[in-house]
């Protein structure tokens, strides 16, 4: 992940290490984990 959608992630939401999150394009839905 990059840019703006990388800043809000670490920034805003301030995502830790080993946090799981729903990723979606409006389609389809992924799990990803923070490293």
Known sequence: MEGQAAHHLGRVLR?????LYELSDGE???VGRIE
């Not at 995502?15 to 946090?19: K, L, P, V």
């Open 15 to 19: 995502a830790q290490t080993g946090q």
């Open 28 to 30: 389809q839905v992924w």
